[in-house]
């Protein structure tokens, strides 16, 4: 297994993971009573666990090892050197994160944070961050409720055309351009999800697929793991829950990935000039594409996205569903 990089999008990608092994899912290794692996961390730290995070059996990324960058000619490679971990939401089998308590899904945002910090404390990794994907539609690997964290030495593409649109939103205006969607959006309301505190969802101006949903802070913050009020992570853990209740409503996958800053440890040497204003244009977030039942239009086709909702649709019909536990 070694990583590659396609010289012309600049992404890097997995190659010869040969995977496809069949893993264990009966009895679940996620649930407490048949766990395995290295707990990583778990919460909270006394009692039976409510979160608790470990190596990924199969990792896509290996802890071990120099990144070992080398040439091939005119192409790049490297080992795939990463971080691959499962946060396992609940001890409880059937489930879903939605369905957890504010206090519980607070609890997974915690872990997110924690893992993220301990691994950017590693120098080798530019990015480390959360993903989430829900039902068999989004290639969930078990039923029992997880998510994954991966670490890896190079930044994701999408991240990265952020990072460079976001800076050079920044030299223009000097603002951040995420803070400005934020007040637009807010002032339009025609996308608008829902709120709680300082955080919006919303269905972005260029939504990819129907029901697609972005959660922002009004407060403009670069690094998801920065510290955070107490109210103000529980209005993100409510705000989070009620909106994938909603779209849970229209699909019951979807993949969750949250945006963060990359790792600012990192010695800066092949990094490009992001890093020097990076606090201030960068902004954090999540998104949440949902996968609707066949009969959609809305993959990726010769590379442009063919939504067949408005998003102005899309917001009103998730505002009209009932968000309750
Ligand atoms: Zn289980
Ligand atoms: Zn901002
Ligand atoms: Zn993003």
Redesign the pocket.
């Known amino acids: 297994m070694e990583l590659r990089k396609d010289p012309i999008t600049r992404s890097w990608v997995v190659v010869g993971h040969g995977e496809e092994v069949s893993r264990p899912v009966e009895p679940?290794p996620?649930?407490p009573a048949t766990e395995s692996g290295q707990t990583l961390l778990r919460l909270p730290a006394d009692g039976p666990w409510k979160v608790r995070v470990t190596p990924h059996p199969a990792p896509l990324y290996r802890i071990e090892g120099e990144v070992g960058r080398a040439a091939e000619g005119i192409y790049d490679k490297m080992r795939g050197v990463g971080a691959h971990e499962i946060v396992i939401e609940s001890p409880v089998?059937v489930g879903t994160l939605s369905r957890l308590s504010d206090d519980d899904i607070e609890l997974v945002f915690e872990a997110y944070k924690r893992r993220i910090s301990d691994l950017k404390r590693d120098s080798r990794f530019k990015y480390a961050t959360a993903l989430k994907n829900q039902g068999p539609a989004a290639a969930a690997e078990?039923t029992?409720p997880h998510s994954e964290i991966v670490a890896t030495t190079f930044v994701p593409r999408r991240v990265l055309y952020e990072l460079r649109a976001a800076k050079s939103y920044y030299e223009e205006k000097e603002r951040c351009v995420f803070c400005d969607i934020v007040r637009q959006e807010e002032r339009a309301g025609k996308r608008v999800v829902d709120t709680q505190g300082d955080y919006v969802a919303f269905c972005p101006y260029a939504s990819r697929v129907p029901f697609e949903t972005w959660i922002l802070a009004r407060k403009h913050n670069y690094q998801f793991e920065a510290p955070r009020a107490e109210s103000r992570r529980k209005n993100l853990a409510a705000l989070v829950g009620r909106t994938l209740r909603r779209l849970e409503q229209v699909s019951d996958a979807y993949h969750m990935v949250l945006h963060t800053s990359p790792n600012t440890n990192v010695p800066s040497g092949h990094i490009t000039g992001y890093w020097k204003t990076i606090s201030d244009d960068y902004h954090w977030h999540i998104e949440v594409m949902p996968i609707l039942p066949k009969g959609s239009r809305s993959y990726a086709l010769k590379e442009v996205y063919f939504n067949a909702v408005m998003p102005e649709d899309s917001a009103k019909h998730l505002r009209g569903l009932e968000p309750s536990l």
């Open positions: 679940c996620l649930c089998h078990w029992h």
